[in-house]
Every structure is written in structure tokens, then in C-alpha cells.
């Protein structure tokens, strides 16, 4: 792979990465309930699940989806369900919640928040695990790498080392529109201490969420 062509892929998975979806609203959304700290949890999940795919699609399993498009159909319902789960329950989330969990993380202990107004914070496997789930929630992420990566490739060199060269720069390039996104909601989070403002959030969130969901479940491959 010579060096214009990494540079190609590197300004291509800058967009790709900093476009906002489902991962970067879970981190801007987890970043203002929990802290920056907490949500290097929900980073690694997201992180983990993105590695999978991009091994699955290396694997070629993406062209696999693409011929069985009920079973590629039956993954993006699934994913479709856990967002649409994931923004309803957003949106009904109680604001005493969101507020207590934004206290302990302004106050710096938010991995020890403890028990607030009778609820506990989530726990760093917790968050790791929603982002996971986020994360793997749309089956065409394995489609789009199995399509990009190769494009990227030059066939008359060893494939191996120049997969790992774009699997690395991906992943450094997610984990950085993470941290941009966590940090803007961050300071969101200071202004969910009042109560509307922490309901309102929690409605406009759960409804980007549910939006994400029926459009994947609306898009047809």
C-alpha cells in the first residue's frame, strides 16, 4: 500500500467516522448523563463491536449477507428492534435518573456515584455492554467495510499487513470522533442538573434513537 493511497483512506474514514449515528449519539448521550470517564467503557464496547465487524467482513461473511438477504434482513430487523428499544426506553427515562447520574459525574466520583434518589449508576460493564450492542446493532456496518476496505488494497502485495494498516486507522480514527463526541456531551451534561432541561433531552434523545431504528428497518438492502 504506498502512502497516497493510506492518505486516501485516512480522509475517506474521517467523514465516514465523524458522521453522526447511532455510536456517536451513544457517546455524546453517555458523555453528558455519565462523564468522560465512564464512558471510556461505552468506547470499548463500541470499539470491540466495530474489530468484529471489520474481521467478519475481512473474513468475507459480507459477502455472505449479501447473498442471503433474508438472514442480512433478519440481523438489521434485530438491530432495528434493540434501537428503537434502546430510544423508548430513552425517552422514558425518569429525569430524577438523569440528573442523579449527572451529579455524580460532575462531582468527579462518577465511577462510585452510588445510590442517588434510589438509583444506581450503571456499572463500566454495563455501559461496555450497551455500546456493544449499539455497535453491532446494524449489519450493513459489515457490508460497508467488506465494500470499502478492498478498495484500498493492492492485489500485487501481501493483503494481510495492509488489512491491519486499515483496521488500525479506523479504529484510531472511531475512538477519536468518540472522545469528540463524549467531550460535547459533557458539556451538555452540566445543564441536565434541571429538570426540563434533563426531560427534554431525554425525549429528543430516545427519539433520534427510534428515528435510527425505523430508518434501518424502512431501508431495504
Avoid at 36 to 42: C, D, E, G, N, W
Avoid at 144 to 164: E, K, N, R, W
Avoid at 184 to 198: D, F, H, P, W
Amino acid at each position: 500500500m504506498s502512502l497516497h493511497t493510506w492518505w486516501l483512506y485516512l480522509a475517506t474514514i474521517f467523514v465516514v467516522c465523524a458522521i453522526p449515528g447511532p455510536n456517536m449519539l451513544l457517546m455524546m448521550t453517555h458523555g453528558a448523563r455519565h462523564g468522560m470517564r465512564q464512558t471510556s467503557a461505552t468506547m470499548a464496547g463500541c470499539l470491540l463491536s466495530l474489530m468484529l465487524m471489520l474481521a467478519v467482513s475481512v473474513a468475507g461473511l459480507g459477502v455472505l449477507l449479501k447473498a442471503w438477504p433474508t438472514m442480512f434482513n433478519a440481523l438489521r430487523l434485530l438491530g432495528a428492534a434493540y434501537l428503537i428499544w434502546l430510544g423508548v426506553k430513552a425517552w422514558r427515562a425518569p429525569v430524577s435518573e438523569a440528573a442523579a447520574a449527572q451529579v455524580g459525574a460532575s462531582s468527579g466520583d462518577a465511577a462510585n456515584a452510588g445510590d442517588v434518589g434510589g438509583k444506581h449508576a450503571p456499572s463500566r460493564g454495563a455501559l461496555m455492554r450497551n455500546g456493544f450492542l449499539v455497535g453491532s446493532s446494524n449489519p450493513k456496518a459489515i457490508l460497508f467495510s467488506a465494500a470499502l476496505l478492498p478498495q484500498f488494497i493492492d492485489a500485487s502485495l501481501p493483503t494481510l499487513p495492509q488489512f491491519a494498516i486499515l483496521v488500525v486507522t479506523t479504529a484510531v480514527m472511531e475512538v477519536s470522533w468518540y472522545v469528540v463526541y463524549a467531550a460535547c456531551g459533557t458539556q451538555i451534561g452540566a445543564k441536565l442538573k434541571s429538570s426540563s432541561v434533563a426531560k427534554a433531552f431525554n425525549r429528543l434523545t430516545g427519539g433520534v434513537f427510534v428515528g435510527f431504528g425505523a430508518m434501518m428497518a424502512l431501508v431495504r438492502h
